[in-house]
Structures are given as C-alpha cells and as structure tokens.
C-alpha cells in the first residue's frame, strides 16, 4: 500500500457559493470521494464490501482545520494517509491542496469504523486487514 493516496476533483459551480467559494461542507464530501476511492483501490469497494460481506464503513471522529478557501475551477488534490489501524478502526489523516501551487487548504483527522449489518462495530476481514500496516510513521 502506498503511504499516500491522492485523488484529484475538479472544483465546479455547484461546489461554490455566489463568491465563486467552496462551501465548507463540501470539503467532507471531497475527503469522503477521496476515502472511497483509497478503498477501491485496494479491491474493497463500498457496495462490494456491503453486498458481499454485509460490511460497511462509518465516520466515528472527525477534526478539521480549514486553511484557505478553494474557488470555483480550482483543480485540487486530496490525500489519505493512513495513520494507524486496530480490528475494527482505521485513523487516517486527509489534506486538501490546491494543484496550482500545492497550498494547504484543509487538513483533517478522521476515523473510521467498520459495523456490521446491524451497524454494531465488528472486525475488518483479514484479507482487509493484511493490505494496511498497523501504523505508519508520518
């Protein structure tokens, strides 16, 4: 697994307010993109994960910072970086930067837990589980 995922988006029209700004609400939706996209990768989609497995995954915690606004055409970059795994969490850092000059706009801790079909946690499965160290230094 690489130590940083980054998935790019284009900022469009409906993601900004009058001013041609980013609404802050849709920096979680960036991150979620990026999150789901980091999961694809590794061959654990979300409706895979679901249909098959009865699984899913649920933001537990989350702290965000935001730096500065991205405006309406911003090409941008959202990165997830695993920090640290148990059975049945996973802690991630995301960050939002603009393309054009790699400037930070938003940084966030996030954690995520697996639940079961009941929405009770459980253990992530182990062929999950083997593709993630249990910490990575950053």
């Given at each position: 697994?690489?130590?940083?995922?980054?998935?790019?988006?284009q900022?469009y029209?409906e993601?900004t307010?009058?001013?041609?700004?980013?609404?802050?609400?849709?920096?979680?939706?960036f991150?979620?993109?990026?999150?789901?996209?980091?999961?694809?990768?590794?061959?654990?989609?979300?409706?895979k994960?679901?249909?098959?497995?009865?699984?899913?995954?649920?933001?537990?915690?989350?702290?965000?910072k935001?730096?500065?606004?991205?405006?309406?055409?911003?090409?941008?970059?959202?990165?997830?970086?695993l920090?640290?795994?148990?059975r049945a969490?996973i802690n991630l850092?995301?960050?939002?930067?603009?393309?054009?000059d790699?400037?930070v706009?938003?940084?966030?801790?996030?954690k995520?837990?697996?639940?079961?079909?009941?929405?009770k946690p459980t253990r992530m499965?182990?062929?999950?589980?083997?593709?993630?160290?249990?910490?990575?230094?950053l």
């Open positions: 697994m690489d130590k940083n995922f980054i998935w790019p988006i900022v029209y993601d307010d009058a001013g041609g700004v980013v609404y802050h609400s849709k920096y979680l939706n991150m979620e993109r990026a999150r789901t996209e980091w999961l694809r990768k590794m061959g654990f989609g979300q409706r994960l679901a249909t098959e497995k009865g699984l899913v995954f649920a933001v537990t915690a989350m702290d965000v935001f730096l500065a606004p991205a405006r309406l055409d911003d090409k941008i970059k959202v990165s997830v970086t920090v640290k795994r148990g969490s850092r995301q960050k939002i930067e603009r393309e054009a790699d400037s706009l938003v940084r966030a801790s996030v995520i837990a697996m639940l079961n079909d009941k929405f499965p182990q062929e999950f589980l083997s593709l993630l160290p249990e910490s990575m230094t």
